[in-house]
């Protein structure tokens, strides 16, 4: 296993909107594997296959309290959503030291093969919901700032780019 590099916004490649994994093979696992170690390594509960520059709709969550269950999903589709909202504190793993409310559906049912390429339905709600949600926006190239308004995400920007060059210096 590997781990692999996270893209930090705002890097133009975070907008790149994923192509749906054509065939689920020892390369897909092997991203999977990647993915899910680096997703542990940074501490975070979700990770999308765009945060570490590769274009096909993979995702990984574990919302789980003892970070023990790993959640691979490929080609995920949000398949409902209830109207019923829900606004939780959100962060990335791409918008580094970032923590704001975004409103998402409560509960989501989402389709998706897993890592056998076998059809898997998950219904899910609160937090595992959220994050569903948050991670298939990626695949979208979407980037949880872009729910905030205008302001508040061009704040982050130049608090995230003033980061980056200090940290260069
Ligand atoms: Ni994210």
Redesign the pocket.
């Known amino acids: 296993m590997a781990l692999l590099t996270i893209l930090t916004y705002p890097d133009p490649r975070l907008h790149t909107v994923a192509k749906p994994v054509a065939v689920v093979d020892e390369r897909i696992r092997q991203l999977i594997a990647d993915m899910t170690e680096t997703m542990y390594d940074a501490k975070g509960i ?1 990770l ?1 296959a765009t ?1 570490v520059d590769v274009h096909e709709r993979v995702i990984v969550i574990d919302v789980s309290e003892e970070h023990n269950q790993p959640l691979a999903l490929i080609n995920p589709v949000i398949e409902w959503a209830s109207s019923d909202r829900i606004k939780g504190e959100e962060g ?3 918008v580094p030291g970032i923590y704001d409310g975004v409103e998402r559906a409560h509960q989501v049912r989402v389709s998706a093969l897993d890592p056998d390429g076998q059809p898997i339905t998950i219904e899910a709600e609160g937090l595992e919901s959220i994050c569903l949600q ?2 298939i926006d ?1 695949l979208q190239g979407k ?2 700032v872009e729910h905030l308004s205008f302001l508040k995400r061009t704040r982050i920007r130049s608090k995230i780019l003033k980061a980056q060059r200090e940290s260069q210096r």
């Open positions: 979700g999308a945060q990335c793993l791409s948050h991670e990626h980037v949880f």
